[in-house]
């Protein structure tokens, strides 16, 4: 049977037996038939379906069984696919980095994953200095690829996240200067669900490129090619001081104040709060405090000095390359955190105790729920002032439409222990919840898609989201993309 014929007879099949157990299998051989030449893989047992598979970082997304795997190396491959899949009416999923930990934004079930990693395409012109690259890198591959051009790509902290980073926005070390990973996009090739291939630029479909500043994947197209401005980068003088829980409150005051009061934009860092699920009574090795700290140069001045000058157990600062940045801290690594993962965002201003209520609020649910966690971790995250400038001038501002700085993103994450029944991880995931919720979020702040879970709602919170919402109205009329993969709602 022809494809087109193969077509209409699964959008018949479809029509009867709406069952996704059926229709998946049917994409995956049309898009077989209609893609002789790319790699679509059903057997579980393949290496590329496992690796796949199992590269989630939320470790729940592995329990998901694709119908099949499908390894575009084009735009036009997805271009095709889309198509096929529309017609058959199966459930698919986008992956590029796999790292978002929610249901079904980059996994689906007896479904059609494409995954991206084949796109790896990458480029650097000297003269206009733009980057341009394919999504299926990680932004680790980029980092290393233009290091010895003395450049860099506005990307992740840490180098194992995939390039859906920068469709959400995408905070960076080096944020502070140039704003979010989204603020550096320069043009954008996008295959839409209705399987055409567009530019989205300033001059070219500029709703489009101001939803995708931003405004998330998976709902207004597949990204197949970044071009950005790039970056220089040479010397980061950059490391992690670990810090007993001794230490608490110093260090909640060096991080505010950090966020409050620093004003040189090539200052970065991360506060993270972390506990082991085990009570460790006698050394207090069970919690540790760990900063990362990053100044684009060689000499940090006394950017620092407010965390430098409080005893620590291990400080491993030190010039160091950008990949070396985004390889801390050097004994872990981010890779090696895949678990079941989930992240939460909350939002807070700088001046006030906002950090200490939310401290004081995690530390007593993380002491008074010990069996229920595998690890958990605080992580405050400063928004300065320079980086919501440099966000919101370029192209009127991305999708967040950011408000002034100085403020706080706060993230939490919870990794569930291995072998949590389904009623165990229904009552820590509420619990959780609740604890998150039980300190309100600061007023006419946005909610970083990135850190959100999938029932946080954090469109809302953009100052673009009526824009945003016509967008996507205009970019998936028939709701394709809203009713066949997962991602965040639109009301
Ligand atoms: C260890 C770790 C470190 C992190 N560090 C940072 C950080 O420093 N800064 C930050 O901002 N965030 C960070 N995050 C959050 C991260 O940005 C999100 O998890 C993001 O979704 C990861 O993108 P990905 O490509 O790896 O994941 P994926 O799950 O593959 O993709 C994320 C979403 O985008 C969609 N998508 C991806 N590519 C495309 C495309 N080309 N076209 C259309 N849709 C697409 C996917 O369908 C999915 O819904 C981190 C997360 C983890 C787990
Ligand atoms: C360090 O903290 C003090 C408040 O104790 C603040 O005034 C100062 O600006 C901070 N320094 C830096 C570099 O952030």
Not at 103 to 128: C, H, P, R, W
Not at 132 to 155: I, M, S, W
Not at 291 to 314: C, E, M, R
Request: proline share 6%; charged share 15%.
């Amino acid at each position: 049977m022809s494809p087109i014929g193969l077509l209409y007879g699964v959008a018949f099949l479809s029509t009867l037996v709406t069952g996704q157990a059926l229709v998946g299998p049917a994409a995956c051989a049309t898009l077989k038939s209609s893609l002789s030449n790319v790699e679509v893989i059903n057997s579980i047992l393949h290496p590329d379906f496992i690796s796949s598979r199992y590269t989630y970082w939320n470790s729940r997304q592995s329990s998901y069984t694709p119908s099949c795997i499908f390894y575009p190396t084009s735009a036009q491959d997805i271009s095709t696919a889309i198509k096929v899949i529309r017609t058959t009416g199966s459930r698919f999923a986008i992956k590029a980095g796999g790292h978002n930990p929610n249901d079904f934004f980059s996994s689906v079930d007896q479904g059609v994953l494409i995954d991206l990693k084949k796109m790896n395409g990458k480029s650097y012109d000297a003269e206009t200095t733009l980057a341009t690259y394919e999504p299926g890198n990680k932004f680790g591959d980029l980092y290393e690829f233009y290091a010895p051009l003395g450049r860099t790509v506005v990307g992740a902290r840490l180098a194992g996240v995939g390039t859906g980073l920068a469709l959400s926005g995408g905070l960076s070390f080096i944020s502070p200067q140039y704003g979010m990973a989204c603020d550096s996009f320069r043009s954008l090739e996008i295959v839409l669900p209705s399987g055409e291939i567009v530019t989205a630029s300033p001059e070219s479909n500029p709703d489009l490129f101001f939803a995708s500043r931003g405004g998330g994947g998976n709902a207004y197209g597949v990204v197949t090619k970044y071009t950005v401005q790039s970056r220089p980068a040479g010397q980061f003088f950059a490391g992690n001081i670990f810090y007993l829980f001794e230490q608490t409150l110093d260090v909640l005051d060096a991080i505010n104040n950090f966020a409050a009061y620093n004003t040189d934009p090539k200052a970065s860092i991360i506060g993270t709060y972390e506990k082991l699920p085990t009570p460790d009574l006698t050394l207090n090795l069970d919690e540790f405090i760990i900063i990362f700290l990053v100044y684009d140069g060689p000499d940090a001045g006394d950017a620092f000095q407010n965390f430098t000058s409080i005893p620590s157990f291990l400080n491993t600062m030190s010039i160091k390359t950008y990949p070396e940045v985004t390889n801390m801290p050097a004994p872990m690594s981010g890779e090696l955190s895949r678990g079941a993962n989930t992240f939460r965002v909350a939002v807070q201003r700088v001046h006030g105790t906002a950090v200490h209520d939310v401290y004081a609020n995690w530390n007593a649910w993380a002491e008074s729920h010990k069996g229920d966690y595998f690890l958990i971790s605080l992580d405050f995250q400063p928004v300065a002032k320079s980086l919501t400038d440099a966000s919101n001038a370029y192209e009127g501002g991305n999708a967040m439409q950011m408000p002034e700085g100085p403020w706080m993103w706060i993230n939490y994450l919870i990794t569930l222990p291995p072998l949590t029944t389904a009623a165990n991880y229904k009552r820590i995931q509420a619990s959780f919840k609740a604890m998150v919720e039980a300190i309100p979020n600061a007023k006419g702040l946005p909610l970083f898609i990135n850190d959100a879970s999938f029932d946080q709602n954090p469109l809302e919170t953009y100052g673009g989201y009526e824009t945003l919402k016509i967008a996507k109205a205009k970019y998936d009329p028939e709701g394709f993309f809203s009713s066949k993969t997962g991602g965040w709602k639109f009301t």
